[in-house]
């Protein structure tokens, strides 16, 4: 055996022992490119955890408890304007962790994304007779078991912030008044601008967009402002809508891209 | 030079066939203890046995969650009730799940905390078993997520039953009358751990509450409310708060926000931390998240049968459901992670007496007599 053929054959083998027995060798590779969209809320460009405390525009100890919304008609936008649908709803919980969602997408290039804030009416309650929540498996954005849907006060709620804060300084560890803004009856459903954001995505690669929720903004939309000194609760009164509009502009203008 | 050419090559392929000798290992984890007994079998799935049971869906109920892997069939569904009842379950032959969910309080019990077989106490209140094919997760802090996981966690719990599958299944197969059973539910008279949790998974789902005299008077054209439960039900659904100064408020129960939902299950099947305490001495969801924010964060449990699961909260501090309406009045005791929900914690409620009898009218309505003297869920 000259040297040659001996070390031909040390590598061969050699190879076949660093690759025979890769155990992920039954998993075909992922081909199919994917687009994942994850949803971050933030303050003053700092990114705000659930429970954390931070202070507002308006001065007040704040922090968030829960936060969660309904997108719908989701679209990619493609080159020539027109729209590839993603998904015609989905949910976003922010304390139960359920921060991203991700679709299967054809490789291309694309314009931008857009969607919808809320429930589309034909699919909410008080606007369609045929509803029945058992339409909806547990794992469906629109099951009863994510907890977003309220039978006899206008269906779901479209965009649920609560959390605590403190409006009358106090020395105490804990902040002592609690809100809940919740929009959510069909006039409060929200078609939001197109996220102008073009972007290539090829063969298996797994796209990221980050969107942000800008809480300056959600508080403070130019003149709309929410102080939570007055307006702390919405449940879908019809005797506070202008509360209510507040939140749903509001909530729609706060989304962002931060790619 | 050539003596030394050939002890390069020898070692060279010896080094190679070690290399694929080694490299081959399933991962790096200690080899297994040796087996200290005959291994716990494992039973193979076999698709298409038994009768497929006919699931009673509610009209006016969500999907159930039925899951694909776990058909149920009316013999598993007999097996399942034959186990849920069985001593053997528990290492002295002492409790068996019924013990602790017994049909007269909804399948829970009367106690703070349950009684195990040594007659130890859990540190928990026993949850009612009440329509858990639409339950989402499963224990007072959600630790799993479907029932056929839940079941072996009561079996292994030092005070709760303190066994081991391969005892049960031992057991079990020492028991003439589970081999039929067995063959005639999965196919063959083989027993192991899922088959045993599969079967009581079965049988707890068709333990169905949908027909209280709330449900009659909303859902079945039964007979109305009464002006007392009435209006119990429209402060349930109402705002708390004095809306002179509370924008919002309209002088309610609040009850709604985590017990609302479609008016169906009477719960949110989320986790909410209800003012019980300030200081903690059970972290709750904590435990299973590790999430700071979810310290003393309970699942809300469905208010179905709650006349008869007395007492309440998940150490069972309260008695009496007019001790859980005068916890709410009070709007419990602040801390870090109190749910938002509990928007009164320093002026509270301030519900009257007749607000208190009204509540406690409706949630008496909520009780189903057919559901708990179902002769199908007694021990067989």
Redesign the interface.
């Known amino acids: 055996m000259t040297m040659k053929k001996a070390l031909f054959g040390f590598l061969l083998i050699g190879l076949i022992g660093f690759t025979a027995c890769d155990p992920d060798d039954d998993q075909p590779l992922n081909q199919t490119p994917r687009l994942s969209l994850v949803f971050t809320p933030y303050f003053n460009d700092a990114e705000v955890q659930i429970a954390e405390r931070f202070i507002n525009d308006d001065g007040y100890p704040i922090d968030i408890h829960n936060l969660a919304f309904y997108m719908s008609n989701m679209e990619l936008i493609q080159e020539d304007g027109t729209g590839l649908p993603l998904s015609d709803i989905e949910i976003i919980d922010l304390r139960n962790m359920h921060r991203t969602v991700t679709f299967d997408v054809p490789s291309g290039e694309y314009a931008g994304i857009r969607f919808d804030l809320g429930v589309p009416a034909e699919l909410n309650s008080p606007a369609n007779p045929e509803f029945s929540i058992g339409a909806f498996d547990a794992d469906h954005p629109l099951s009863e078991s994510n907890g977003m849907f309220w039978d006899w006060q206008g269906g779901y709620r479209f965009f649920s912030i609560d959390g605590h804060c403190d409006t009358i300084p106090n020395t105490g560890n804990f902040l002592p008044l609690s809100f809940g803004l919740h929009s959510g009856l069909d006039s409060l459903y929200r078609v939001l601008p197109d996220f102008d954001y073009p972007f290539q995505i090829t063969h298996s690669d797994t796209k990221v967009i980050s969107f942000g929720i800008n809480l300056n903004t959600f508080f403070r939309n130019g003149d709309s402002h929410i102080d939570l000194k007055y307006e702390r609760q919405f449940h879908g009164s019809p005797n506070m809508l202008d509360l209510g509009s507040k939140i749903a502009n509001n909530s729609a203008a706060s989304f962002e891209i931060r790619n | 030079m050539k003596f030394r050419?050939i002890n390069?090559?020898h070692f060279?392929?010896l080094?190679?066939?070690v290399?694929?000798f080694f490299?081959?290992g399933?991962?790096d984890d200690p080899a297994p203890a040796p087996p200290t007994g005959p291994p716990v079998p494992v039973c193979d799935i076999i698709p298409g046995s038994g009768t497929a049971y006919e699931f009673p869906?509610p009209?006016?109920?969500?999907?159930p969650?039925l899951p694909d892997y776990n058909p149920m069939t009316e013999e598993g569904v007999a097996l399942g009730r034959k186990l849920f009842w069985d001593d053997q379950l528990s290492r002295n032959n002492a409790v068996s799940c019924g013990s602790c969910h017994a049909p007269e309080h909804a399948f829970a019990d009367n106690l703070p905390g349950s009684v195990g077989l040594y007659d130890d106490i859990t540190p928990r209140n026993s949850m009612a078993l009440v329509n858990m094919a639409?339950n989402?997760s499963f224990f007072w802090d959600g630790r799993v997520t479907s029932l056929e996981k839940q079941i072996s966690i009561p079996i292994h719990d030092d005070i709760e039953m303190d066994m081991d599958w391969k005892t049960v299944v031992t057991r079990l197969s020492a028991d003439g009358e589970y081999e039929g059973m067995f063959a005639s539910a999965f196919g063959d008279d083989c027993i192991d751990s899922v088959r045993v949790s599969y079967a009581i998974a079965q049988f707890i789902r068709t333990m169905i509450s949908a027909n209280s005299r709330f449900d009659q008077a909303m859902y079945w054209g039964g007979a109305p409310l009464s002006p007392s439960e009435q209006r119990g039900l429209e402060l349930f659904?109402a705002?708390g708060?004095d809306p002179s100064y509370?924008?919002?408020?309209q002088q309610g129960g609040d009850c709604?926000?985590c017990h609302?939902?479609?008016?169906?299950?009477f719960t949110?099947?989320?986790f909410h931390n209800n003012g019980l305490d300030t200081v903690f001495t059970d972290i709750g969801r904590e435990g299973v998240t590790g999430?700071?924010?979810d310290r003393g964060v309970f699942k809300t449990p469905t208010l179905r049968n709650i006349a008869l699961t007395a007492p309440y909260m998940h150490d069972g501090r309260f008695e009496t459901l007019r001790e859980v309406l005068e916890h709410y009045n009070t709007g419990g005791h602040?801390?870090?992670?109190?749910?938002?929900?509990?928007?009164f914690?320093?002026v509270g409620l301030q519900l009257t007496e007749q607000d208190f009898d009204d509540l406690e009218a409706f949630l008496n309505t909520l009780t189903d007599e057919e559901f708990v003297t179902n002769p199908d869920f007694t021990k067989p």
């Open positions: 050419s390069i090559v060279l392929w080094a190679a066939l290399l694929i490299s081959c399933k991962d869906q009209y006016f109920f969500p999907k969650i639409w989402t659904l705002e708060g509370y924008p919002g408020g709604f926000h609302g939902g479609a008016l169906v299950q949110d099947h989320l999430l700071p924010y602040l801390s870090a992670t109190i749910d938002p929900f509990m928007k914690p320093i």
